[in-house]
């Protein structure tokens, strides 16, 4: 293994490409604008005066001007409201141009300028460096992929990332972050597979507990099965969340936010940049903040720290290097989770509103708490081999902690208590349990080389990436746990504190507990990937790429000893692009894949009845055909994208159907799921001042080979099948009261199975719609923001095979001091 870093590291510097840039016929003129106080300038159109040529700025203030033949050019900086300003310049074939500009402007005055002129989407993403591993525009990738940006995580007053995810389409949150080493972070659905957030920056990130938002620049939901450039391990069928943070910039500035609410809520939070040196190439950034907040319910709360320094250094033009950290410290009561182990019939209901369980009662007493810790460290090395070619070395390790207690919770039907028949049907009792994790530790270690090129083979233009990707997990988690006690539901004066964590501590002092789990083993993953986007002509192009994934099992313990096992797999993508009209409009599908090493498993052997053989299980494999619209029209005040998709998961383990009696205790590998939909996200800019962010989905989820319990059936993992979004954002013109501004907005989420067979009925989270406001008034030196959630005072809930009420209607309201 450290045979095959070592080729990592020295493939990183060595490594260049000659022969396919002595292939360039044409020449790039590139740069960056900035503004007078060194901020990127976005959205700002750059063009070639005598060619009709140009760009628009992203969000760096960078732009590219690709296929310039060689002579002398004015390149031309403008923005509606602004003065242009231009230089001229004289290419040559073969050889990258830079030209940068300086606008006499501030940060705010462009902002100011662009918003009175009605030409800012403020919500709008149009390109990112990560979803593809290189700088692509939206328009130009064939893949479905959501941003939400800084703009409106600051508008929505979002403290954290679960708060940011209701402004994704298609994408519902399903299980509460448990706090616990390996499983951590909240649970989500898209396209009707559950996913984490689980990368960060494009690598390795997890985090044991709800994520704050202190360091987050942006979120990036990237649809569909993409285990070509990302991996199966850290993503779903569905696809992945990845969070890009903060990085440091070349002035002095920041923030310092006070924030109270609801529920006790307070948070203190600091957001502080400064170059070290005077040539500004050493930068230092720092967020940090202290989180707390108690339950709607009568007991519960969670108290979080977190620190994220980064430290970047531009050795000269050609290298660079970024080092940051993330650090999580939290203590909390585990948010209520009520399980069902018996059938709906037997509970007599079908739905969580029809149950006996009062909704704001936590059922139990206090000191049901534990620890959780996170670390995240990252670094990368950055350096241009040529004009055309760039290596990055990446490399972040990743580290969760967990100690304590966890509380659980399962309805019980009347009759298994009382033992009369005449009490079936009723549900009146809550058994009460504890499952703990005893100084449980998952650790992620991942380091990652790319290539990055942008070159032309004749009159062709290629992007590409090759990357090299080691990937090692290390588990050693302890999971235990026992039930106190059944106690029944809403007896008035019933005293339901005896749950708490003194009793707890003294039942585990007095034996052993009823059950332990330990998940101890090392997983490594070597990986190689290409991928090219190759532009045919100006409106046309395709993408290939493929991955080698060699995957080791090392063995060890996962509630039982596991035998050790590798398997190699390969994951390809297919894309194409046609832009009818040349950024404007574009007709996109393309092919995803990922998979799931099984491991072993328990076979039957038709030709020994007697028998249940061993067997490594083949990949589980899911294969995504997508297509659709996406939009970039009206100077870019209206961005939207439109696709269908289809996946199909195959190879699924499912119990063995042989009706022989050895057969029961066997799987076999012929399952089937299917999961289609169709999904619409719009962003937009009407008129001055007014932005809007909507989003709709429909998802529909089958099992099409199944046990017979289930086939035909929705899984009970894939969500509500309809979800929508919408937020509406009105800043006030300057002529009336400048700076201030109002948000409103909400998320819809059809019923939600989640108990759907044969054997145990159908149960249903019911259907909510959960209404948001957030009001704003915003100067140069200070912001004043309030928020309302749940407007309606909505009760609701969320999960998968359990139901987890959700926060009542809450105030929050925040003062921030910028300098």
């Known amino acids: ?68 033949k060689e002579g002398s050019y004015t390149v031309e900086v403008s923005a509606i409201g602004l003065q242009s300003e231009e230089k001229t310049i004289t290419v040559s074939s073969g050889e990258t141009a830079t030209v940068n500009f300086v606008l006499l402007e501030n940060t705010a005055q462009l902002t100011e300028v662009i918003i009175r002129a009605g030409k800012l989407n403020r919500f709008a993403a149009k390109s990112s460096d990560d979803v593809s591993k290189m700088p692509l525009k939206n328009l130009e990738n064939p893949q479905v992929y959501n941003t939400i940006g800084k703009e409106l995580l600051t508008e929505q007053l979002v403290f954290s990332v679960d708060d940011a995810m209701r402004n994704a389409p298609g994408l519902q949150k399903m299980w509460e972050a448990t706090g616990r080493a390996g499983d951590g972070g909240s649970y989500y659905n898209t396209r009707g597979f559950i996913v984490q957030s689980q990368l960060r920056n494009g690598l390795a990130g997890n985090v044991t507990s709800s994520i704050d938002a202190a360091n987050l620049e942006k979120l990036e939901v990237i649809k569909g099965p993409s285990a070509t450039l990302f991996g199966s391990t850290l993503t779903s069928y569905g696809g992945l969340i990845n969070r890009v943070t903060k990085k440091p910039y070349e002035t002095f500035g920041g923030q310092v936010s006070y924030a109270g609410g609801s529920y006790g809520f307070n948070r203190v939070s600091a957001d502080i940049n400064t170059p070290i040196d005077k040539a500004k190439q050493l ?204 106690v029944p539901l809403n007896v008035a004066g019933y005293d339901y504190s005896q749950f708490n964590g003194s009793t707890m501590n003294a039942l585990y002092a007095s034996g052993p507990p009823q059950f332990t789990y330990p998940i101890v083993n090392k997983t490594n993953v070597l990986s190689a990937f290409a991928s090219d986007v190759l532009n045919l002509t100006d409106k046309l192009s395709v993408l290939a790429a493929l991955r080698v994934d060699h995957f080791e099992n090392n063995g060890g313990t996962v509630g039982s000893d596991v035998a050790p096992y590798n398997q190699t797999a390969l994951s390809p993508k297919f894309g194409v692009v046609f832009q009818p009209l040349k950024d404007r409009i574009s007709l996109f599908a393309n092919y995803q894949n990922s998979f799931t090493n099984k491991g072993i498993y328990n076979g039957y052997d038709v030709t020994a009845p007697d028998s249940i053989a061993r067997k490594i299980a083949k990949l589980e494999q899911a294969n995504q055909f997508e297509a659709g619209l996406k939009i970039d029209a009206f100077s870019g005040k209206l961005t939207t994208t439109i696709s269908y998709y289809n996946i199909r998961v195959k190879d699924i383990l499912r119990s ?60 009970t993992t894939a969500s509500s099948p309809y979800l929508a979004n919408l937020w509406l954002s009105y800043r006030l013109p300057d002529y009336t009261l400048k700076g201030l501004g109002f948000g409103f907005g909400g998320n819809y989420a059809s019923d939600n199975k989640i108990l759907n067979s044969i054997s145990q009925g159908v149960f249903i989270l019911p259907a909510y719609t959960v209404l948001n406001a957030s009001a704003f008034y915003e100067h140069n030196k200070f912001r004043i923001s309030a928020k309302l959630d749940n407007l309606t005072n909505q009760h609701y809930w969320i999960g998968y095979t359990t139901m987890n009420a959700q926060k009542l209607r809450s105030f929050a309201g925040s003062i921030t001091y910028k300098f």
């Open 656 to 715: 063995d159907p042989n009706p022989l009696a050895a057969a029961r205790f066997a799987q076999t590998q012929d399952g089937t799921q299917l999961s289609k939909g169709i999904e619409l996200d719009m962003i937009a800019n009407p008129f001055n001042g007014f932005n809007v962010i909507a989003g709709f989905s429909y998802n529909d989820s089958k099992l099409v080979n199944a046990d017979s319990d289930v086939v035909g059936r929705r899984p």
């Open 283 to 486: 930068l230092f950034r720092l967020n940090t903040a202290f989180n707390y907040e108690g339950s709607f319910q009568n007991q519960g709360f969670s108290r979080t720290f977190t620190v994220a320094p980064s430290l970047s250094y531009k050795v000269n033009d050609r290298l660079s290097v970024l080092l940051d950290a993330e650090l999580f410290q939290g203590r909390n009561v585990g948010k209520q989770g009520i399980f069902f182990y018996y059938p709906a019939a037997a509970l007599g209901a079908s739905r969580a509103d029809e149950l006996n369980v009062d909704y704001r009662n936590s059922y139990m007493g206090s000191g049901l708490t534990q620890e959780s810790r996170s670390t995240n460290l990252f670094g990368r090395i950055k350096y241009q081999l040529s004009s055309n070619f760039t290596s990055s070395t990446n490399f972040t390790f990743s580290n969760s902690f967990s100690n304590g207690l966890n509380p659980y919770f399962y309805l019980i039907p009347d009759a298994v208590i009382t033992g009369n028949a005449a009490d079936t049907g009723k549900a009146n009792y809550l058994a009460r349990a504890d499952q703990s994790t005893a100084n449980s530790t998952n650790k992620v270690f991942e380091i990652q080389q790319n290539f990055n090129g942008d070159f032309h083979i004749g009159s062709l233009r290629n992007r590409i990436v090759l990357g090299l990707d080691f990937l090692r997990i290390n588990s050693n988690q302890h999971f235990f746990g026992s039930q106190l006690d059944v």
């Open 1 to 68: 293994m450290c045979k095959f870093i070592q080729f990592l590291l020295i493939i990183s510097v060595f490594v260049s490409f000659p022969l396919l840039t002595n292939a360039q016929q044409t020449t790039t003129i590139r740069g960056k604008v900035v503004t007078s106080d060194s901020n990127p300038a976005e959205y700002v159109t750059i063009r070639l005066k005598e060619k009709g040529q140009g760009a628009i700025t992203n969000n760096k203030g960078e732009y590219s001007i690709s296929r310039v």
